[in-house]
């Protein structure tokens, strides 16, 4: 089993951005591999609302479909704030994305761009194209691991026992 | 330690009732400092009456240098954040008494991580100290319902959130 990573990383960063009229989704650390995530973590410079956290599949440069999330709800602003228990499916490559309905995630300089579109996203919509906002990152971050493959005999115990 | 509910978390999901618990630690707890933090007074006057900046047409600042100035210009607030939250899915047939039974034991659980762990800044080293108190193998009641059933019960939990707070 792999551990799987996606996202900048839920540090204490210098800036925050209003924003809850926006889907984000953030080119910063790719998922590295296929499973699930179970844990996400945030840090907000004022406490939020409503905020949805989830995968999308990378296309083309501002381009990106839906593909899972996890409705988080309220978050408490001042400190990293880590969740566990989610299942969000998740595929290699797949970019980390959000949408809050208040609130103001911090952000910093990144080598990586945000992108950006007004509207809740987190639906089954097919492709869709972003707004480059810039070079930055948000402090989110999710964990989890791969599915491993399940030995012969769990699913076929009915052929070995004739 | 204490654990609540947190009824912004509560969804149906799978023909269950997906339950928040958030973990508090109390002043003379493990590691109180890191969670006991001040934020902006979103109450305040001052936060109430908006940035008078520059703003773009979608209404976010344009100079984001000068908007992180007027936030940290704010009354702030002390504020004792949760050291941990973590999500349940639940029967819509679970009873009261196994609903705090569960919220007991990943308070205990969650609090000895947390107790045990340190601050890091490493990436993935706080989130690794705190899912040791993650026990996968718990066998609390998952028996599952119809959506209206499970919507139902989860009304229920948010409207006695209260009835469920628990205390180690």
Request: charged share 25%; with cysteine.
């Amino acid at each position: 089993m792999t551990v799987i990573d996606i996202g900048g990383g839920a540090t204490d960063r210098l800036y925050s951005w209003d924003h809850p009229t926006y889907s984000v989704v953030e080119q910063d650390n790719p998922a590295n591999d296929t499973g699930v995530l179970d844990t996400m973590e945030f840090w907000f410079k004022t406490s939020s609302t409503g905020l949805k956290c989830g995968t999308f599949s990378y296309v083309a440069t501002g381009k990106c479909t839906y593909r899972a999330h996890a409705n988080i709800g309220a978050v408490t602003a001042g400190s990293k704030q880590t969740f566990t228990g989610l299942s969000v499916a998740v595929t290699a490559n797949d970019l980390l994305g959000y949408k809050i309905a208040d609130g103001e995630m911090e952000w910093g300089p990144s080598s990586t761009v945000c992108w950006a579109l007004t509207g809740d996203h987190f639906i089954a919509e097919g492709e869709k194209t972003y707004v480059t906002q810039g070079s930055y990152s948000s402090s989110m971050n999710a964990t989890g691991a791969t599915i491993d493959a399940q030995p012969f005999v769990r699913f076929y115990p009915h052929i070995l026992a004739h | 330690m204490y654990a609540e509910i947190e009824t912004s978390g509560i969804e149906v999901q799978d023909g269950l009732v997906r339950v928040r618990f958030a973990f508090f630690c109390e002043p003379f707890d493990p590691r109180y400092n890191e969670h006991h933090v001040q934020v902006p007074d979103v109450s305040s006057n001052e936060f109430k009456a908006g940035y008078q900046g520059k703003i773009d047409e979608r209404g976010s600042p344009v100079d984001q240098k000068d908007y992180d100035k007027w936030l940290d210009s704010l009354p702030h607030v002390w504020r004792n954040n949760p050291f941990h939250n973590h999500f349940d899915l639940v029967s819509a047939d679970i009873t009261d008494a196994e609903l705090k039974a569960l919220a007991d034991k990943r308070l205990a659980d969650f609090g000895k991580a947390w107790g045990e762990g340190f601050a890091s800044d490493v990436r993935g080293e706080a989130c690794k100290q705190i899912r040791k108190g993650w026990d996968r193998n718990d066998t609390h009641n998952k028996t599952k319902a119809d959506y209206d059933r499970c919507a139902i019960k989860g009304l229920d939990i948010a409207a006695r959130a209260d009835s469920f707070k628990r205390v180690k």
